[in-house]
């Protein structure tokens, strides 16, 4: 594997530190106000999707468009930043989900569900943004700090998850009594929100990371990469083990993690729980995924990003037995949830850690794009499968096909890791 500082060496200059300080401010900024346009917009995106079609079935493809949204703007969004910088993607990002609010408003003044899933596919583009920011905090970072500077993003993307549903019922008052039909005013208010996210960034990322780490590392802009992101990062990926080895293990715990999250209030809900429990039970897995983060990316800098990722792996394989097993504990599922977030934290900070540092700067935006389409993709198909064998079977047998998964993801990891002779550990100055 060719190894290559991630942008600076463990000792960056002083003008490095502060650029990279200003980044990771601007980014945790616009990841909250866009995980803020992000909540708002799919709190209530089923529902209204349901009213206007009639169908509870077609209420359904709400979530489906929104994440389909995010897995085809993953790919554009690393072309821009390839040829442009971080502020170019992100922007062409936080843009898609803006226009795709107002086409929201639109489609529900116009009574249409047609246009509004519609919208709903370019609203995606929060989410996409959003991942994509993770990354933008790694351009700039010394090895030894590149975990912990992209857990500080995603952790602030806990105050948007929490505080964005909370505003979507005020922001339908104020926006039927501006005028809009009812369920419109979220959506609106979102469109506001991935406006100033978009100004956040286009404002703020001055200089650009990734132009600044090209600059430093004696590097242009590479036009392969850019025009041709798909069969770059497949490339690369072929002479990169640990690259393939990290886009493994983000896309088995994203998968693991939504297929279980998804089904648990249909579980709950048919177990006789009430609303409030559910949410409960939601807010505390939640909590496991992003209030942690920075802890896990102290020791992914720490302990090496193989040792967190077979950790993440043991927690998602322990919140899979105890799903498996939960029958009607609500207290069981509770931690199963919880457990599961803490996985999942564990494999997409580790994991996307390890890959931007596997890969060189030439080829990296390409990597990371194809990273987040497929933890789209395996999401949305995850998500699919979940109601199947929900559906079909039971939630325990759901719970049991993704210990299996993600057991043999772990000794995959563990049998790869011994063969390359290291565990792969940042580098100390």
């Not at 798909?230 to 998968?255: E, G």
């Not at 559910?278 to 942690?292: D, K, N, Q």
Request: glycine share 12%; charged share 10%; net charge positive.
């Amino acid at each position: 594997m060719t190894s290559t500082p991630t942008t600076a060496d463990a000792s960056p200059s002083a003008h490095l530190r502060a650029v990279q300080r200003r980044t990771l401010i601007v980014l945790s900024a616009a990841q909250i106000v866009g995980g803020v346009g992000v909540a708002v917009g799919l709190a209530l995106s089923s529902v209204v999707v349901d009213q206007l079609s009639g169908s509870t079935m077609i209420s359904g493809f709400a979530g489906t468009a929104t994440v389909l949204g995010a897995a085809l703007l993953a790919l554009p969004t690393a072309k821009a930043s390839s040829k442009g910088g971080r502020r170019s993607g992100l922007a062409l990002a936080y843009l898609a989900a803006l226009l795709g609010c107002a086409i929201s408003v639109v489609a529900i003044n116009l009574g249409n569900w047609q246009l509004l899933l519609a919208g709903l596919v370019l609203v995606g583009g929060g989410s996409a943004g959003n991942l994509a920011a993770r990354y933008s905090a790694t351009d700039l970072s010394p090895r030894n700090h590149a975990a912990r500077h992209l857990s500080l993003v995603v952790w602030a993307a806990t105050v948007g998850s929490v505080a964005g549903p909370n505003l979507a019922e005020p922001a339908d008052r104020i926006g039927m009594e501006a005028g809009l039909v009812g369920k419109a005013g979220p959506f609106a208010f979102a469109a506001l929100a991935f406006a100033l996210a978009l100004l956040i960034v286009f404002a703020g990322l001055r200089p650009d990371p990734l132009k600044l780490a090209r600059e430093h590392d004696g590097r242009k802009p590479s036009t392969e990469a850019g025009n041709r992101t798909v069969r770059t990062a497949w490339r690369i990926l072929r002479t990169t083990p640990m690259a393939r080895q990290a886009l493994v293990m983000i896309a088995v715990s994203h998968t693991a993690m939504v297929s279980i999250m998804s089904m648990t209030p249909v579980k709950l809900h048919h177990d006789g729980a009430e609303l409030d429990v559910i949410g409960i039970v939601i807010s505390l897995h939640i909590a496991g995924m992003y209030v942690m983060s920075p802890v896990v990316g102290w020791l992914a800098d720490k302990a090496g990003r193989v040792p967190v990722l077979l950790l993440g792996m043991g927690l998602l394989l322990v919140s899979a037995v105890l799903a498996a097993t939960a029958g009607h504990q609500v207290w069981q599922v509770t931690v199963a949830l919880f457990v599961l977030g803490l996985g999942w934290s564990c494999g997409l900070v580790a994991g996307s850690a390890l890959v931007s540092e596997s890969v060189s700067i030439d080829g990296r935006t390409a990597v990371q794009g194809l990273s987040d389409l497929l933890m789209n993709v395996c999401g949305a198909t995850g998500t699919v499968l979940a109601g199947v064998i929900v559906g079909g079977l039971s939630y325990g047998v759901l719970g049991s096909g993704v210990g299996v998964m993600v057991a043999l993801a772990g000794v995959w990891l563990a049998l790869a890791a011994r063969r390359s002779g290291a565990i792969w550990r940042p580098r100390s100055s």
